[in-house]
Protein backbone atom coordinates (compact mmCIF):
# COMPACT_ATOMS: atom_id res chain seq x y z
CA UNK A 1 0.00 0.00 0.00
CA UNK A 2 1.30 3.37 -0.98
CA UNK A 3 0.12 6.77 -0.52
CA UNK A 4 1.20 9.72 -2.76
CA UNK A 5 0.96 13.37 -2.36
CA UNK A 6 2.04 15.87 -4.88
CA UNK A 7 3.21 19.76 -4.34
CA UNK A 8 4.83 22.49 -6.07
CA UNK A 9 2.55 23.38 -9.00
CA UNK A 10 1.61 26.85 -9.85
CA UNK A 11 1.22 29.74 -12.25
CA UNK A 12 4.36 30.69 -14.09
CA UNK A 13 5.27 32.63 -16.92
CA UNK A 14 6.92 30.92 -20.40
CA UNK A 15 10.18 30.22 -19.79
CA UNK A 16 10.43 29.76 -15.94
CA UNK A 17 11.20 26.92 -13.79
CA UNK A 18 9.27 24.42 -11.44
CA UNK A 19 9.88 21.57 -9.57
CA UNK A 20 7.06 19.37 -8.65
CA UNK A 21 7.54 16.93 -5.25
CA UNK A 22 5.75 13.58 -4.85
CA UNK A 23 5.90 12.39 -0.86
CA UNK A 24 5.38 8.34 -0.47
CA UNK A 25 3.83 6.71 2.43
CA UNK A 26 5.32 3.12 2.84
CA UNK A 27 8.67 1.00 3.72
CA UNK A 28 8.99 -0.35 0.17
CA UNK A 29 9.04 3.19 -1.88
CA UNK A 30 12.24 2.25 -2.79
CA UNK A 31 11.05 -1.09 -4.89
CA UNK A 32 8.44 0.98 -6.87
CA UNK A 33 8.87 2.48 -10.50
CA UNK A 34 7.93 6.03 -10.01
CA UNK A 35 6.19 7.88 -12.99
CA UNK A 36 4.82 11.30 -13.96
CA UNK A 37 1.89 11.83 -15.73
CA UNK A 38 -0.38 15.01 -16.84
CA UNK A 39 -3.93 15.80 -18.25
CA UNK A 40 -4.67 18.95 -19.95
CA UNK A 41 -8.44 19.85 -20.46
CA UNK A 42 -9.91 18.25 -22.87
CA UNK A 43 -7.16 15.60 -23.48
CA UNK A 44 -6.15 12.03 -22.52
CA UNK A 45 -3.73 11.55 -19.82
CA UNK A 46 -0.17 11.31 -21.01
CA UNK A 47 2.80 10.04 -19.92
CA UNK A 48 5.63 12.71 -19.00
CA UNK A 49 8.79 10.96 -17.28
CA UNK A 50 9.27 7.84 -15.28
CA UNK A 51 12.17 6.53 -13.16
CA UNK A 52 13.06 3.00 -12.13
CA UNK A 53 13.70 2.09 -8.12
CA UNK A 54 17.14 2.58 -8.28
CA UNK A 55 17.03 6.00 -10.05
CA UNK A 56 19.74 4.42 -12.39
CA UNK A 57 16.66 4.36 -15.73
CA UNK A 58 14.47 7.12 -16.70
CA UNK A 59 12.18 7.36 -19.65
CA UNK A 60 11.12 11.10 -21.24
CA UNK A 61 8.57 11.77 -23.63
CA UNK A 62 9.85 13.63 -26.78
CA UNK A 63 7.84 16.84 -25.97
CA UNK A 64 9.53 17.71 -22.46
CA UNK A 65 12.85 15.41 -23.18
CA UNK A 66 16.17 18.07 -22.26
CA UNK A 67 14.01 20.20 -20.40
CA UNK A 68 12.54 18.10 -17.44
CA UNK A 69 14.21 15.81 -15.08
CA UNK A 70 12.72 13.32 -12.96
CA UNK A 71 14.99 11.81 -9.91
CA UNK A 72 14.10 10.57 -6.36
CA UNK A 73 15.23 10.08 -2.97
CA UNK A 74 14.35 6.88 -1.44
CA UNK A 75 15.86 7.89 1.78
CA UNK A 76 13.30 10.58 2.00
CA UNK A 77 10.55 8.63 0.18
CA UNK A 78 10.38 11.88 -2.29
CA UNK A 79 10.05 12.01 -5.98
CA UNK A 80 10.79 14.68 -8.27
CA UNK A 81 9.90 16.20 -11.64
CA UNK A 82 12.39 19.20 -12.59
CA UNK A 83 10.86 21.46 -15.09
CA UNK A 84 12.40 24.33 -16.71
CA UNK A 85 11.95 26.62 -20.27
CA UNK A 86 8.10 25.79 -19.41
CA UNK A 87 5.53 26.39 -22.44
CA UNK A 88 2.14 27.00 -22.48
CA UNK A 89 1.75 23.73 -24.11
CA UNK A 90 2.90 22.33 -20.81
CA UNK A 91 -0.47 23.62 -18.93
CA UNK A 92 -2.11 20.28 -17.74
CA UNK A 93 -2.41 18.76 -14.13
CA UNK A 94 0.18 16.53 -13.00
CA UNK A 95 0.22 13.52 -11.30
CA UNK A 96 2.85 11.60 -9.56
CA UNK A 97 1.84 7.46 -9.58
CA UNK A 98 4.32 4.09 -8.34
CA UNK A 99 3.62 0.67 -9.11
CA UNK A 100 5.91 -2.13 -9.89
CA UNK A 101 6.54 -2.09 -13.47
CA UNK A 102 9.81 -1.79 -15.90
CA UNK A 103 9.98 0.40 -18.64
CA UNK A 104 6.83 1.44 -19.42
CA UNK A 105 4.96 4.74 -19.87
CA UNK A 106 1.76 2.71 -19.86
CA UNK A 107 -0.50 4.35 -17.25
CA UNK A 108 -2.56 1.00 -16.82
CA UNK A 109 0.42 0.02 -15.25
CA UNK A 110 0.50 2.16 -12.37
CA UNK A 111 -1.13 0.89 -9.05
CA UNK A 112 -0.79 3.84 -7.16
CA UNK A 113 -1.61 7.67 -7.65
CA UNK A 114 -1.86 10.97 -6.23
CA UNK A 115 -4.49 13.72 -6.40
CA UNK A 116 -3.09 15.85 -9.12
CA UNK A 117 -1.15 19.18 -9.01
CA UNK A 118 -1.91 22.07 -11.25
CA UNK A 119 1.21 23.58 -13.66
CA UNK A 120 -0.17 26.41 -15.44
CA UNK A 121 2.04 28.26 -17.73
CA UNK A 122 1.10 31.94 -19.21
CA UNK A 123 2.52 33.49 -22.47
Known amino acids: QVQLLESGGGLVQTGDSLRLSCVAS????????MGWFRQAPGKERECVAT????????YYADSVKGRFTISRDNAKNTGYLQMNSLKPEDTAVYFC????????????????WGQGTQVTVSS
Open 51 to 58: VSGSGTFT
Open 97 to 112: AAGRVSGTSSEYAYAY
Open 26 to 33: GRTFSTYT
